[in-house]
């Protein structure tokens, strides 16, 4: 199963993919623009951690960019291929 996830390097969105990863059945897609509303270096490091996992792939995107997000969500099956 494919998972959006936006904000991921927020502190929700971070803590959710922490706990979603342990399930290598998923396969999430994390999304975060990189704001600087608070700490970017955090929000970098919190991807660096997530990044360790191999169902989890994470794009910088701003989901107000409505041609971005949708080229990403139509070409989603080629980040993480089926599984056999």
């Known amino acids: 199963?494919?998972?959006?996830v936006t904000g991921a390097a927020g502190f929700i969105g971070f803590s959710l993919i922490n706990e979603l990863v342990k399930n290598k059945n998923l396969n999430i897609l994390g999304i975060d623009n990189?704001?600087?509303?608070?700490?970017v270096k955090?929000?970098?490091?919190r991807i660096?951690?997530?990044k360790k996992n191999k169902n989890f792939v994470f794009k910088k995107i701003d989901i107000k960019k409505d041609e971005l997000l949708y080229k990403?969500?139509?070409n989603n099956a080629s980040l993480h291929p089926p599984k056999s």
Not at 1 to 4: A, E, P, V
């Open 1 to 4: 199963m494919n998972i959006l």
């Open 72 to 74: 990403l969500l139509v």
């Open 34 to 39: 990189l704001d600087k509303y608070y700490s």
């Open 48 to 50: 660096k951690i997530l």
């Open 42 to 45: 955090l929000k970098n490091k």
